[in-house]
């Protein structure tokens, strides 16, 4: 043994070729932490020390490579001056370095996933095998950086200025069929050969038939372009990837320039360059949000996977009520293995969710996801149906019928009497309490909610709503569903609206009461989508349906009627008396036209502004800044309530709830990072300014409290 450690050992394999191998102890995954750098260091003096050496293969005993750094160091160094963070960068790269510098052929075998530090590992040795599965990439920008340990300067003078754009400023994770072809790896073998043909790599380096030493003075050079060539690659990719980036994610377009200041010197001065850049981007507000919501994550899929420890297994589940909503959870389940009985009362309605299911499956096909042979498989596991027949092999129901509580009263009490005792209900209702749903059923213990998003295939976020009697089988078991369904499921307690409508509608209310006050519903729009938001709210009211929100609106009213309830008739009241629903019916703020690809496209509409002349009194033009604060004000403190009236456990659900439910700019961390960056004292006092606006624009004592004493909801 040649060195041996808590990450990483170090051994001769045969003929003078040494094998570094990574093995993080009482983990799942290889990563890069500060042990495993302080043992790479050790390792590789060790391999230079020692004599007689002919080449080294670098491997993972881990299903996957090297999954990337280890995230939750990040905090606590990011937290450091841009100073002390080049200094660790530059000190960590001299690990890489040196690698690089062995006096003899080095050769990685890629298994799995080679993903950020990991595949920066990857770079740093001559030659690269990889196996058919695995995938290699950059993905640092997610996180609003970029790569720091030689990324960028490698893999820009390996497969050229264009591909390392793409693969840096995209975060893509790549497949070995691509990296080969861009010449990011050399050669693409079965798993159980990785080893075999790196040692055949480094014999055939040692016989002269390779030029090892060539291939490495070429990553460590300058990148091969003339000044004009250079110039034009770099400048088109700022002007396109600013473009797609958008000016609230600065990380890529930092990438470039980093790569483009570094593109005429030799390695360690490249190095210097990327790591005050890398050290930049880490002290940026956006990669301190992106960094806690990675996190946030991360504490979520604990959460889950505490839960599926208590769960019941769903071998079968059945959802009521088919059409667009039922079909999409029929599809989304049947996708991802769990075979699903698709109920309706009307033949129209089974044709509907069959049709729906159909769309998505073609679409999967038509883009190479899928072929017509697993098509065909995925929908025979969706078994549509009038009756009760085969109810009994269920294990869990989505209800999704109608959002009335009188009908779906009548739908959960005749389910309960098709199922088993131990099957467990859920209602996909999006406002309507739990407790209310529960009231009338039999074994209550073994209802709760189970709410998703439209459309459900592309929203991430499923609401588990507990009422007071929910056991926690029936939570452990709907979140174990949620999971295998694909989804981010986050446990909530019930209130109407639960986590999301009730934090979105005081924002709709912010919206509809600038109507009211003469702002323009287009500028709003504007400013909010500028602000970070996917859409307006006027768009966003659109596409969530008119007769929706106003339903919502209705049943929000009642259940916090100081804050909600809104006196005479609204923007959305205005919408939904004549007839304009929004997408659903091609006409609500905005008309909807087919555009050439045969997809909806907004357009303006002068009769929006007549049918609102009776609601609106008298003209504003407000500033950017007063719009946020009355939009986003409501929807924060809405947020605070939540958490102090236990209907989600923490701030992380909260955000994570916002933001993978209706679209918070993620880039912002959520609505309790917002106020954490703005600082709680700040926040109130803004507050206070829009006082006189009414009860939604007034904070909590316990936040006045909390503005007081400094205190944060992320410490």
Request: proline share 4%; net charge negative; aromatic share 8%.
């Amino acid at each position: 043994m040649i060195y041996e450690g808590k990450a990483i050992t170090v051994k001769e394999i045969e003929g003078g070729i040494a094998q570094l191998n990574f093995d993080l102890q009482g983990e799942s995954v290889n990563k890069f932490n500060r042990l495993t750098i302080e043992e790479l260091r050790a390792a590789t003096d060790k391999l230079e020390a020692k004599k007689g050496l002919k080449g080294l293969v670098v491997t993972s005993s881990k299903d996957s490579f090297i999954v990337g750094a280890d995230i939750t160091e990040f905090t606590e160094l990011f937290a450091g001056s841009e100073e002390d963070l080049v200094a660790n960068n530059l000190k960590a790269n001299e690990v890489f370095s040196a690698i690089e510098d062995l006096p003899f052929p080095t050769v990685t075998a890629i298994n799995g996933m080679a993903l950020g530090g990991g595949f920066e590992m990857c770079l740093a040795t001559d030659y690269r095998v990889m196996d058919p599965k695995a995938k290699v990439g950059l993905p640092e920008v997610k996180l609003g950086i970029f790569p720091g340990f030689g990324g960028t300067v490698r893999l820009s003078r390996l497969v050229g200025v264009d591909y390392a754009v793409e693969w840096i400023c995209g975060g893509t994770e790549n497949r070995a069929d691509k990296a080969l072809k861009v010449g990011a790896v050399d050669a693409v073998v079965e798993s159980e050969k990785l080893v075999e043909s790196a040692i055949a790599i480094i014999k055939q380096c040692n016989e002269g038939k390779f030029d090892y030493q060539a291939r490495r003075e070429e990553k460590k050079g300058k990148i091969k372009l003339n000044a004009m060539e250079s110039m034009m690659a770099f400048e088109i990719s700022k002007g396109f990837v600013a473009a797609q980036a958008g000016k609230n994610y600065p990380a890529p377009v930092e990438a470039i320039k980093v790569m483009q200041k570094h593109a005429g010197l030799t390695r360690d001065k490249a190095i210097e360059v990327e790591a005050k850049g890398f050290a930049k981007m880490a002290k940026t507000n956006v990669a301190a949000c992106l960094v806690g919501l990675f996190l946030n994550d991360q504490e979520l899929k604990k959460k889950a996977k505490a839960w599926e420890k208590e769960a019941n297994e769903v071998k079968l589940a059945a959802v009521l009520g088919a059409g667009i909503m039922g079909g999409g959870v029929a599809y989304q389940s049947a996708l991802k293995g769990t075979p699903i009985i698709m109920k309706d009362i009307a033949q129209e309605g089974i044709a509907l969710g069959l049709k729906e299911a159909k769309k998505l499956l073609t679409k999967r096909v038509d883009k190479g996801k899928m072929d017509a042979g697993k098509m065909a498989d995925v929908l025979n596991s969706i078994t549509p149906t009038l009756n009760y027949g085969d109810f009994k092999s269920v294990d869990l129901v989505v209800e999704a019928v109608v959002e009335n509580p009188k009908v779906k009263d009548a739908v959960l009490r005749e389910t309960e009497d098709n199922v088993r005792e131990d099957a467990i209900l859920t209602s996909n209702t999006s406002t309507i309490s739990i407790d209310l749903l529960a009231k009338n059923l039999k074994r209550p213990e073994n209802f709760c909610g189970m709410h998703f998003f439209n459309p459900v295939h592309m929203m991430p976020l499923v609401e588990v709503i507990r009422g007071k009697k929910t056991s926690d089988r029936a939570i452990a078991t709907t979140v174990a569903y949620a999971k295998a369904m694909g989804k981010t499921p986050i446990v909530v307690n019930d209130c109407p609206g639960f986590l999301v409508n009730r934090v979105l509608f005081p924002y709709f209310g912010g919206f509809v009461n600038l109507v009211r006050d003469g702002a323009d519903f287009q500028h709003v729009d504007r400013v909010m989508e500028k602000f970070g938001w996917p859409m307006g709210p006027a768009y966003l009211l659109d596409v969530v349906g008119m007769d929706t929100g106003k339903h919502a609106g209705e049943v929000m009213a009642e259940g916090f009627p100081d804050r909600m309830k809104h006196e005479g008739t609204t923007a959305i009241d205005v919408m939904f008396d004549n007839n304009r629903y929004g997408q659903k019916n091609d006409k609500g703020f905005y008309k909807y036209e087919l555009d050439r690809k045969g997809k909806q496209k907004k357009v303006v509409d002068e009769e929006t502004y007549k049918l609102l002349e009776p609601v609106v009194q008298g003209k504003n033009d407000f500033s950017d800044e007063d719009i946020i604060a009355r939009m986003m004000l409501p929807l924060c403190l809405e947020t605070v309530r939540c958490l102090e009236d236990g209907i989600v456990e923490d701030p992380a659900d909260a955000d994570m709830g916002l933001i993978f439910g209706i679209g918070f700019p993620p880039f912002r961390g959520g609505a309790l990072r917002y106020i954490d960056d703005m600082g709680v004292d700040k926040f109130v006092e803004l507050a206070d300014k829009f006082a006189d606006l009414g009860p939604l624009y007034h904070p909590t004592e316990k936040l006045r409290e909390m503005a007081k004493t400094g205190e944060k909801f992320f410490g």
